[in-house]
């Protein structure tokens, strides 16, 4: 059981307990006071869970962010003036740059997400976090370096204040999108939420997508399909998504690879990397039925079995035949998600000893341990620095700026991704209903998926895990 679900597990246990508690109460008003009391409290009592309560955060808001970030990457002389910032030293274009505050709550601020303004970069940017905040956070400034040269940007926090002088980290990178790129997507849209604006403009790309994504097939299996057929048909109209999106981004589809595996059974297979772990719902041991769209054979196409033996091996062939400057893949420093443990384990194992190695390795989280809804906010606003507390290692950011013609781009790919097009359960649009009329949270206007506000952004953030 990994960290994410051994959180999950107490946060539940929690709820449980509290519920109980509550239950308990609720009669005893119902005993002693008036019998129609505990329905109308009852009901109030959810009203305001699901307004204030039903985030899943796993820390306290009172924690400061632990960063550490090479040595010479800080920056002197920014100051906070009047709500103004102002640098000594102007800045280089194309740079990264992250801005350290230090943020107290104000009482509203506990119940309508704090956030922190920055104006004057041509449009209004507004930085959420947790509500309650009251500890050192991480904004993001890329894209922003002519505007904090020139002395033009302001702060301004909203249901909370700024406390002290902020501090400027720089973070210099080579020119990726002059480069060969290939992104590792554990499944399709994972290339497209993460690296959209990287692949989209870099010289060269391409997408490997390593699983179907077959299972927890339920919106197929309302249209009356088995089990096992709803779990195949959403396996391989994902399939097809993970080969047609990115043309809408120039990728030609040769450059488009769909390996077929299982989804959630990586970690089973590489913990017998000879023995094939079979799909959980589709009732399939084969992986070419997924794979039928590739433009060419890999070696996992001669017995189609999913093992992780075959994995490496078509790794290995796509790493030799396109040979990218940079690889993109997820990070477990940040990401929890097994499979996409799973990628990155496989990326590092399958690049071991091979001829060709990449100059650079960019990481990405889609998914975190301790905020699931990370980054906060809302559709366009810029990307801070993810939730982060523990001591160790040294973090260097790679942030790119999209232009709203871009957000729109990345907007219609994820709009194009089967994965994302069902609607929500009801209680979570119910649930956002209630937010936004207490709580003041807007809905994306791309789409009723958790993941068009999450992805669709000023910024794209990765993360430097290796560099020549």
């Not at 089973?268 to 070419?288: F, G, H, N, V």
């Not at 040294?394 to 709009?415: I, N």
């Not at 791309?446 to 506000?453: A, L, S």
Request: glycine share 8%; aromatic share 10%.
């Amino acid at each position: 059981m990994n960290r994410k679900q051994l959180l999950l597990k107490r946060h539940r246990r929690n709820k449980r307990i509290a519920l109980f508690i509550g239950f308990l109460l609720l009669l005893k008003v119902g005993i002693f006071v008036a019998w129609w009391l505990p329905p109308i409290l009852a009901v109030l009592l959810w009203v305001a869970h699901e307004a204030w309560f039903a985030d899943s955060l796993f820390y306290s808001p009172k924690d400061n962010y632990e960063y550490a970030f090479p040595a010479g990457s800080e920056q002197p002389g920014l100051r906070l003036e009047s709500g103004q910032l102002f640098l000594d030293t102007p800045l280089g274009a194309d740079e990264t740059l992250i801005v350290g505050v230090e943020l107290k709550s104000t009482w509203l601020g506990r119940f309508v997400d704090p956030a922190v303004e920055l104006r004057g970069l041509g449009t209004r940017d507004r930085q959420v976090f947790e509500r309650g905040v009251a500890g050192f956070r991480y904004l993001n400034l890329t894209g922003a370096a002519e505007a904090l040269s020139a002395g033009k940007i302001t702060l301004r926090g909203r249901f909370c204040r700024i406390k002290g002088q902020p501090t400027l980290w720089r973070f210099r990178h080579a020119d990726y999108q002059q480069q060969r790129v290939m992104v590792i997507a554990p499944h399709a849209d994972d290339a497209e939420l993460a690296a959209f604006a990287l692949y989209s403009q870099a010289a060269e790309s391409w997408i490997v997508t390593l699983t179907a994504g077959e299972i927890e097939a339920e919106h197929y299996r309302k249209m009356g399909m088995p089990k096992a057929e709803a779990a195949r048909i959403k396996g391989r109209l994902r399939a097809w998504d993970s080969i047609a999106v990115p043309r809408w981004a120039g990728v030609p589809e040769a450059q488009c690879v769909q390996l077929g595996y299982f989804c959630m059974r990586l970690q089973a297979m590489q913990a017998e990397p000879s023995q094939p772990k079979a799909s959980r719902e589709a009732e399939l041991s084969d992986t070419r039925l997924f794979r039928q769209f590739n433009a060419f054979t890999l070696p996992g196409d001669e017995d189609g079995a999913p093992t992780w033996n075959n994995l490496i091996a078509d790794l290995r062939a796509l790493l030799l035949k396109a040979r990218p400057q940079v690889v993109v893949l997820p990070t477990p420093l940040l990401d929890p998600h097994a499979d996409h443990i799973c990628a990155h384990a496989a990326t590092l194992e399958a690049l071991k000893g091979l001829e060709w190695q990449p100059d650079t390795l960019l990481g990405y989280a889609n998914h975190l341990h301790d905020n699931d809804r990370w980054p906060m906010g809302d559709s366009g606003a810029g990307v801070a620095l993810p939730p982060h507390f523990y001591a160790g290692g040294e973090f260097v950011p790679c942030s790119f700026s999209l232009t709203l013609s871009q957000q729109h781009d990345k907007a219609m790919a994820l709009g194009m991704m089967h994965d994302l097009q069902p609607r929500p359960p009801f209680k979570r649009r119910v649930r956002r209903v209630v937010q936004r009329i207490l709580a003041g949270r807007r809905p994306s206007p791309y789409g009723e998926d958790e993941f068009f506000r999450k992805a669709v952004r000023r910024h794209e953030l990765l993360w430097v895990l290796k560099q020549d």
